[in-house]
């Protein structure tokens, strides 16, 4: 929502990673970042998910009111997340072999591929449906590198 006020527009910003290629296409004017939980720039932030929504909540609690009140809310809402204390804790999502519609981990095992410019695409386990997306429109999914 906020990315289609244009507010996010020339900024950083993340989504879940289920959504980065998708959202990076809808909103190209934005730096989407991939791997982070969480991405404040001056008064905008984005969150990458649910749990994620949480550690960025736990991260405004402790730019106002310290690490301590922080630590206890996470504790009162028997929240055991860390990822509150490090934005980048999702570089799991941030791997070279993702899915190039979703951004999911890709499989090169898995049956779903397309080869598009000579270049083989692998696909998560949503195979066929993404690749379905992919196949619609590959200049839009395609890596342009």
């Known amino acids: ?6 507010l996010l527009n020339g900024k950083s910003a993340t989504t879940h990673h289920d959504a980065n290629k998708d959202f990076a296409n809808q909103f190209p004017k934005l730096h989407v970042m991939r791997g982070v ?19 960025l909540a736990l991260h405004v609690v402790e ?3 310290g690490r301590k009140v922080a630590e206890d ?3 009162n809402l028997e929240y055991q997340g860390q990822g ?3 934005p ?3 570089a799991i999502y941030a791997q070279a072999l993702t899915c190039p519609v979703c951004g999911m981990p890709s499989d090169p095992g898995k049956k779903a591929t397309s080869i598009y410019k000579d ?3 692998y696909f998560c386990e949503m195979g066929e449906v993404c690749k379905g997306k992919f196949d619609a429109a590959p200049d ?3 890596d342009q590198s």
């Not at 939980?37 to 550690?55: H, M, P, Y």
């Open 1 to 6: 929502m906020l990315a289609k006020t244009g």
């Open 37 to 55: 939980r969480f991405v404040e720039e001056g008064n905008l932030a984005t969150s990458g998910g649910l749990a994620s929504g949480i550690d």
């Open 63 to 65: 730019r106002y009111f």
């Open 73 to 75: 809310t996470a504790y």
């Open 84 to 86: 509150w204390k490090d």
């Open 88 to 90: 980048n804790s999702n």
């Open 119 to 121: 270049k083989i695409y």
């Open 140 to 142: 839009k999914y395609a």
